[in-house]
């Protein structure tokens, strides 16, 4: 294990998402998953990664019974597009809506993480810069009625088809746009 520190820390990753699972084992990173119930609602007030960093600092409010080897980490993943977070679409017609809003254009994909220990939580967020080039209404549909996207930010998952067709600039991590700024939350780990 390259992170030596984490030795003999329980590590909690406090996300249902398998992308997120997926990212964190690759980095030879052992955990185990806990989900808490949380509401997901944020003051319109918030703008930009404000909204993110809320929803993480939120999940990891949860886990308020941490022992002193455990390292919480807590995340949340927002498209911005025309001065507006665009959540989790609530159905196909939504889905639809959100992801022509995209087309033509470049959004901002934010993802937040908490890293929580019984001492401390630190917040920390990534931005990355994203452009669709335009979809037409069968390449939209074909996606959402294909890949059901009803659990992604922006209706829409950079690793999956719309992705690979439509997308033709990111600039910034990858990682990010999938919901797991990696490189961040490795750097982080290692301080610990």
């Not at 997120?20 to 955990?31: M, N, T, W, Y």
């Not at 033709?168 to 290692?190: A, D, N, Q, R």
């Amino acid at each position: 294990m390259i992170l030596k520190n984490l030795k003999n820390k329980r590590i909690i990753l406090a996300s249902g998402s398998p992308r997120r699972q997926e990212i964190l084992k690759s980095i030879g990173v052992d955990f185990i998953v806990e989900l808490r119930s949380v509401d997901e609602v944020f003051s319109e007030d918030l703008k930009h990664h404000q909204i993110s960093d809320y929803l993480a600092q939120l999940k990891a409010r949860q886990f308020q019974d941490l022992r002193p080897d455990d390292i919480l980490i807590t995340g949340d993943t927002i498209v911005w597009h025309d001065h507006k977070a665009l959540n989790k679409p609530s159905n196909k017609d939504e889905a639809f809506q959100m992801i022509q809003s995209l087309s033509d254009t470049t959004h901002e994909v934010i993802s937040s993480f908490c890293i929580k220990t019984q001492e401390q939580t630190n917040t920390f967020y990534d931005t990355t810069e994203v452009k669709f080039k335009p979809l037409t209404s069968e390449e939209i549909w074909h996606y959402i009625n294909t890949y059901s996207p009803f659990d992604k930010a922006g209706a829409y998952g950079i690793q999956e088809w719309i992705g690979q067709i439509g997308i033709s600039e990111i600039k910034g991590s990858f990682y990010t746009v999938m919901g797991f700024p990696i490189h961040l939350v490795y750097e982080k780990l290692s301080k610990i």
